[in-house]
């Protein structure tokens, strides 16, 4: 079920076109109070979409208009992320397992922004892919591999073990710092690995590489 839910937190995209869909989870405990907060004005806040764990998708921002999702961080050398994205939240308090039907309604919304803005699988990203060591959504729970499955998102093939941090850039992670950015790698790409850095996180970051152009 799809529902029209305005939010008034919205503002121009100051010339910039759509390049990436940002997914979060909500850090709330229902649907109900998402709503409420990523719809109040005091809040400041806001995404394109608010998806329930029953899979009803709520429409709160025109994909034509920046919501306010983002914040700081930096995607591709390039920051503003909100100008250029597209924002997605996942009703999900961050520690739960996302729901069936949820995951059903996520793809589907997936298909059609990725359809209509003429969008490659790189494009759908973490908001902690894009702001690394500040944001941890949508968690490790969020299983991204489903998402490459469906041609949704990306996941790499190991490749030969290289420098960490050049392949990661090369994708499109900001700059941080060795830690920083092996724990948002991780969250995305080995959510239950532990441990300093090793040649599996280097060979998965060095597949990454082939997403980079």
């Known amino acids: 079920m799809s529902l029209t839910h305005p939010s008034p937190n919205f503002g121009d995209r100051r010339g910039r076109r759509v390049e990436l869909v940002v997914l979060h989870y909500t850090a709330m405990l229902g649907c109900a109070e998402a709503l409420a907060r990523l719809c109040d004005p005091a809040a400041e806040v806001s995404a394109h979409y608010l998806i329930d764990t029953d899979g009803t998708v ?4 025109d994909e034509g208009a920046r919501a306010w999702h983002a914040g700081a961080g930096e995607w591709r050398g390039e920051g503003d992320v909100n100008s250029r994205s597209i ?15 949820q995951m059903r309604a996520l793809e589907r919304v997936l298909a059609g922004i990725l359809d209509r803005h003429g969008l490659a699988p790189r494009a759908v990203i973490g908001h902690s892919d894009m702001a690394p060591g500040r944001k941890g959504d949508p968690g490790r729970r969020f299983d991204w591999r489903r998402l ?58 060095a597949g990454l590489r082939r997403f980079a152009d």
Request: no cysteine; proline share 12%.
């Open 58 to 61: 709520l429409s709160l921002v």
């Open 87 to 101: 924002g997605v939240e996942l009703a999900n308090p961050g520690d739960h397992p996302f729901a069936e039907p």
């Open 148 to 205: 490459a499955d469906e041609g949704l998102s990306v996941w790499p093939e190991a490749g030969e073990p290289g420098d960490f941090a050049a392949d990661l850039k090369a994708f499109g992670y900001p700059e941080a710092a060795p830690e920083t950015l092996l724990t948002a790698f991780r969250l995305r790409f080995r959510p239950w690995a532990r441990g300093p850095l090793d040649d599996t996180d280097r060979a998965l970051a």
